[in-house]
Antibody, heavy 127, light 107 residues
Framework: QLQLLESGPGLVKPSETLSLTCTVS??????????WGWIRQPPGKGLEWIGS???????YYNPSLKSRVTISVDTSKNQFSLKVKSVTAADTAVYYC???????????????????WGQGTLVTVSS | DIQMTQSPSSVSASVGDRVTITCQAS??????LAWYQQKPGKAPKLLIS???SLQSGVPSRFSGSGSGTDFTLTISSLQPEDFATYYC?????????FGGGTKVEIK
């Protein structure tokens, strides 16, 4: 059974770059039906999809964050990573990594949901 | 972007009550909708895929229905462990979007 675990600094200064890594265990990050995603949740608020990546390197980003976000994958370490540059207090959130299951494809789209999730890690942006 | 609107934002209910949460998409998404349960300090947990397909291990008191733009999550008989926040997510197209959440509280 897949397990995911986020790691990275819990405190980042404004204007700097937030960097997180998600380590996948219990299976290969190169699994054919799996994409890998990042979702965040500001304290007391709802969920926001940040972006997703396939093991081949294909990426999909939320347009609201695309200019500041990079997601990458390291198949040799069974890890994928998130970088958010030029952070502000608005980027303070619990960041989750998750497996994005891709299935039920039509001619134009594929169904995508998230399971399982990592435990999440709180990142605070403050000087 | 597809906007997801959940209602109510919170509901107070007693153990044994039937609870219904609705989720409306700003455009048709067929049955491509997921429901999640989140307890305080924990990651969301996938309950239902494709609008009505219960995940393995999820109690049968949970059910989902709907297609197009209107969806429903029903808890037939609320149990103490069901007090949590529930989110819908459209699984149709990027950017993937979530509803604002419905907090189920103890009455």
């Amino acid at each position: 059974q897949l397990q995911l675990l986020e790691s990275g600094p819990g405190l980042v200064k404004p204007s700097e770059t937030l960097s997180l890594t998600c380590t996948v265990s219990g299976g290969s990050i190169s699994g054919s039906n799996y994409y890998w995603g990042w979702i965040r949740q500001p304290p007391g608020k709802g969920l926001e999809w940040i972006g997703s990546i396939y093991y081949s390197g294909n990426t999909y980003y939320n347009p609201s964050l695309k200019s500041r976000v990079t997601i990458s994958v390291d198949t040799s370490k069974n890890q994928f990573s998130l970088k958010v540059k030029s952070v502000t207090a608005a980027d303070t959130a619990v960041y989750y990594c998750a497996t994005m299951n891709v299935q039920y494809c039509s001619s134009t789209n594929c169904y995508k949901d998230f399971d399982p999730w990592g435990q999440g890690t709180l990142v605070t942006v403050s000087s | 972007d597809i906007q997801m609107t959940q209602s109510p934002s919170s509901v107070s209910a007693s153990v044994g009550d039937r609870v219904t949460i609705t989720c409306q998409a700003s455009q048709g998404i067929s049955s491509w909708l997921a429901w999640y349960q989140q307890k305080p300090g924990k990651a969301p947990k996938l309950l239902i895929s494709a609008a009505s397909s219960l995940q393995s291990g999820v109690p049968s008191r949970f059910s989902g229905s709907g297609s197009g733009t209107d969806f429903t999550l029903t808890i037939s008989s609320l149990q103490p462990e069901d007090f949590a926040t529930y989110y819908c997510q459209q699984a149709n197209s990027f950017p993937l979007t979530f509803g604002g959440g419905t907090k189920v509280e103890i009455k």
